[in-house]
């Protein structure tokens, strides 16, 4: 995220959220730095991570592990994680 209009957030909602035809009950996301502290939480799917903290403070660049839990209308729960390499 540098401001050019270009990979500005992580997280496309539309292809998780689209992959379950928007029948999403429940969604979390959380963004871990390497010592495993949570940087970033957002309970929408709507919201995207930006490279900020809570407080919207520029996180350093690096990588960072994400963890993505959904429940859908028919309470059945998905978990995606992974990790997401943050530059400017």
């Known amino acids: 995220p540098n401001g050019d209009g270009n990979n500005e957030y992580f997280f496309d909602a ?3 959220a689209g992959g379950y035809n928007l029948d999403v009950q429940s969604f979390r996301i959380t963004i871990f ?5 949570a940087v970033y939480e957002a309970d929408s799917w709507t919201k995207y991570w930006d490279g900020t903290d809570q407080d919207g403070n520029k996180v350093p660049e690096g990588v960072y592990v994400y963890k993505i839990e959904v429940t859908t209308k028919n309470s059945k ?6 990790t997401v390499t943050l530059l400017r």
């Open 77 to 82: 729960k998905h978990l995606f994680n992974g």
């Open 14 to 16: 539309n292809t998780v």
């Open 33 to 37: 730095n390497r010592w495993g502290q």
